[in-house]
């Protein structure tokens, strides 16, 4: 068996995540966090990775629900450490897997939150009014019809690379999970909102480059030391951006105008396989849970509309017993 130190495997497996299945960083740091809780854990007990039997995991997962963690952390958790030590079996650091037959926690389905075609538009439309200047309202404008209009994660959108938009204006390359690219149409607004930004932030890379100032490769440049706006600062944008479109903020993040762009296309009549695809998921699966969204709300205009519905008869009811007044 290979005899490296066990108090190593952490930085191991994540070099041969981010080497071999080109792992996002924000995946590798969830990891590497995980993976130190549970180390720590170990060195309370004067343990190490090497050492680990089943029921220690099992142990460490009882800590964790008295420590009042909520189920997806939990089964997050048991999901580094059956990573960590597949790994370890497939390099040899162990010759068994001890955590290969624990299940985790059942997680509760939750749906996503629905924001309804009126309160996309008003968050459009209330983006380009949105800034300090003309550069910030442009901008702004373009990166919500991009999100609407493709889909994207958050990090796939305030990461583009401008050269992805170069191309056929009509359609757009997207880096997704993994290094895996995917080409996704355009909508004819999303599209004039990107030419817009692009005009306007290229004439900004010139000025730099005639004052010998450092440039860009993203489309969404900023100081930060990732180069690009944040994840961080985004959210915070399109918070604000709610307020002013009148749409409760608690209902609008980057995700959920992303199961905006799922639900409604679902809705429109398009084929779950292409929103698969748009969406870069890898199992179909995970892109069935928009046809439990749509079924939901379908059941909820039917409960409020239909004439034999319990709902629709109490407001019937209410009418008529206000009109006899």
Same mark, same amino acid.
């Given at each position: 068996?290979?005899?490296?130190?066990?108090?190593?495997?952490?930085?191991?497996?994540?070099?041969?995540?981010?080497?071999?299945?080109?792992?996002?960083?924000?995946? @590798?740091?969830?990891?590497?966090?995980?993976?130190?809780?549970?180390?720590?854990?170990?060195?309370?007990?004067?343990?190490?990775?090497? #050492?680990?039997?089943?029921?220690?995991? *099992?142990?460490? +997962?009882?800590?964790?629900?008295a420590?009042?963690?909520?189920k997806?952390?939990r089964?997050?958790?048991?999901?580094?450490?059956?990573?960590?030590?597949?790994?370890?079996?497939?390099?040899? #650091?162990?010759?068994?897997?001890?955590?290969?037959?624990?299940?985790?926690?059942?997680?509760?389905?939750? #749906?996503?939150?629905?924001l309804?075609?009126?309160?996309?538009?008003?968050l459009?439309?209330?983006?380009?009014?949105?800034?300090?200047?003309?550069?910030?309202?442009?901008?702004?404008?373009?990166?919500?019809?991009? @999100?609407?209009?493709?889909?994207?994660?958050?990090?796939?959108?305030v990461?583009?690379?401008?050269?992805?938009?170069?191309?056929?204006?009509?359609?757009?390359?997207? +880096?997704?999970?993994?290094?895996?690219?995917?080409?996704?149409?355009?909508?004819?607004?999303?599209?004039?909102?990107?030419?817009?930004?692009?005009?306007?932030?290229?004439?900004?890379?010139?000025?730099?480059?005639?004052?010998?100032?450092?440039?860009?490769?993203? +489309?969404f440049?900023?100081?930060?030391?990732?180069?690009?706006?944040?994840?961080?600062r985004?959210?915070? @944008?399109?918070?604000?951006?709610?307020?002013?479109?009148?749409?409760?903020?608690?209902?609008?993040?980057?995700?959920?105008?992303?199961?905006?762009?799922?639900?409604?296309?679902?809705?429109?009549?398009?084929?779950?396989?292409?929103?698969?695809?748009?969406?870069?998921?890898?199992?179909?699966?995970?892109?069935?849970?928009?046809?439990?969204?749509?079924? *939901?709300?379908?059941?909820?205009?039917?409960?409020?509309?239909?004439?034999?519905?319990?709902?629709?008869?109490?407001?019937?009811?209410?009418?008529?017993?206000?009109?006899?007044?």
């Open positions: 068996m290979n005899t490296r130190a066990p108090s190593s495997w952490i930085s191991m497996f994540l070099e041969a995540q981010a080497a071999e299945l080109g792992a996002a960083t924000n995946t @590798l740091l969830a990891y590497g966090r995980d993976l130190k809780d549970f180390d720590g854990w170990l060195a309370r007990k004067n343990c190490t990775f090497d #050492l680990v039997g089943r029921t220690d995991v *099992e142990e460490y +997962l009882v800590y964790c629900d420590q009042g963690l909520a997806s952390t089964a997050r958790r048991l999901s580094a450490v059956k990573q960590l030590y597949r790994f370890a079996f497939e390099e040899g #650091l162990r010759s068994d897997n001890p955590a290969i037959q624990i299940t985790g926690p059942g997680l509760d389905k939750k #749906l996503p939150k629905v309804s075609v009126e309160e996309v538009d008003r459009l439309s209330a983006a380009r009014s949105f800034g300090r200047n003309d550069k910030d309202r442009v901008r702004n404008t373009c990166l919500m019809e991009l @999100l609407y209009a493709t889909g994207m994660r958050v990090s796939e959108l990461g583009l690379p401008v050269s992805a938009t170069r191309g056929d204006p009509r359609l757009l390359l997207i +880096l997704g999970k993994g290094g895996k690219e995917r080409m996704v149409p355009l909508s004819p607004d999303a599209r004039d909102a990107m030419a817009l930004w692009i005009r306007m932030r290229d004439e900004n890379e010139a000025t730099r480059v005639a004052n010998k100032l450092p440039t860009s490769k993203f +489309l440049p900023s100081r930060a030391k990732e180069g690009h706006l944040t994840r961080h985004f959210y915070l @944008l399109i918070k604000e951006i709610s307020v002013v479109a009148g749409v409760d903020p608690s209902k609008v993040t980057p995700h959920t105008l992303r199961h905006a762009f799922a639900t409604h296309l679902l809705a429109g009549g398009a084929d779950l396989r292409a929103i698969q695809t748009m969406l870069g998921h890898a199992d179909i699966a995970t892109t069935e849970i928009y046809t439990h969204v749509l079924e *939901e709300r379908l059941s909820e205009l039917v409960l409020e509309h239909h004439p034999l519905s319990e709902t629709a008869t109490r407001k019937s009811s209410g009418k008529t017993s206000s009109d006899g007044q």
